[in-house]
């Protein structure tokens, strides 16, 4: 990584929506991916995802807590193997809730029970879109592992401008809540090689946590 004059900061991108520069340390990170891997074997296990239209997104995903597939949550991988969707680890559940209690400064106490978990690899990117499949208004936490990316971040109206582009690095949190919370938002670009030499990861990971409501 290139040196830097100055500290990158924490930096409420909207209202309720803030970016936490290396949050995770190196160790944690390494932590998260080695259960990422374990996660992401099969059954219900890392897959494609089909969009309606005929599509496929190119970042590949698996979930833990209920399956996401689009538009809406099961219990199985219905969309994959159909095999039971893996249990969302209580350890999550506490990360989740101090990731955004320390992005939006005040304590949280919802009850995390979602992760979706996205590998983008080569050219994998992800249009922009709503997290809105939930049935609450608790905030979306992403923790971001491996390529540095583009993250744009958008508003609650369109999928075009006003936005603003975020670079996430590994160990960085990003946490959307109140009026952001059902903003669009998007991965444009991955920079393939950023990941931290001592990660062994080629490509990115992010794992965004959430409340079902269901
Ligand atoms: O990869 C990211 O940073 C965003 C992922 C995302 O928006 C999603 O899974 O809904
Ligand atoms: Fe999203």
């Known amino acids: 990584m290139d040196a830097e004059l ?14 936490v520069p290396d949050w995770l340390d190196a160790a944690r990170q390494r932590d998260l991916l080695a259960a990422c891997r374990r996660w992401a074997r099969p059954p219900a296990g890392l897959r494609t995802v089909r ?26 991988a219905v969309d994959g193997d159909g095999a039971p969707v893996k249990p969302f680890p209580d350890r999550l559940g506490e990360l989740g809730r101090r990731a955004a209690a320390d992005a939006l400064g ?6 995390y029970d979602i992760a979706l978990i996205n590998y983008y690899d080569g ?17 979306v936490v992403s923790l971001s592992l491996g390529d540095t990316c583009v993250f744009r971040f958008g508003n609650t109206e369109t999928r075009a ?47 965004t946590l959430r409340v079902s409501g269901l």
């Open 51 to 76: 969009t309606p239209g005929g599509g496929t997104m190119t970042a590949r995903q698996v979930c833990l807590g209920r399956h996401w597939y689009p538009y809406g949550y099961a219990r199985t």
């Open 161 to 207: 401008k006003p936005y603003t582009d975020v670079e996430l690095r590994s160990g960085d949190l990003f946490v959307f809540g109140g009026p952001s919370r059902f903003a669009h938002h998007g991965v444009p670009r991955v920079h393939p090689g950023t990941a931290p030499p001592g990660l062994g990861l080629v490509g990115r990971l992010n794992i």
């Open 123 to 139: 050219d994998a990117r992800m249009g922009m879109h709503r997290d809105a499949d939930e049935r609450t208004d608790a905030p």
């Open 106 to 111: 005040a304590p949280q106490a919802h009850p």
């Open 6 to 19: 100055f500290a990158r900061e924490r930096t409420e991108v909207a209202p309720g929506a803030v970016h």
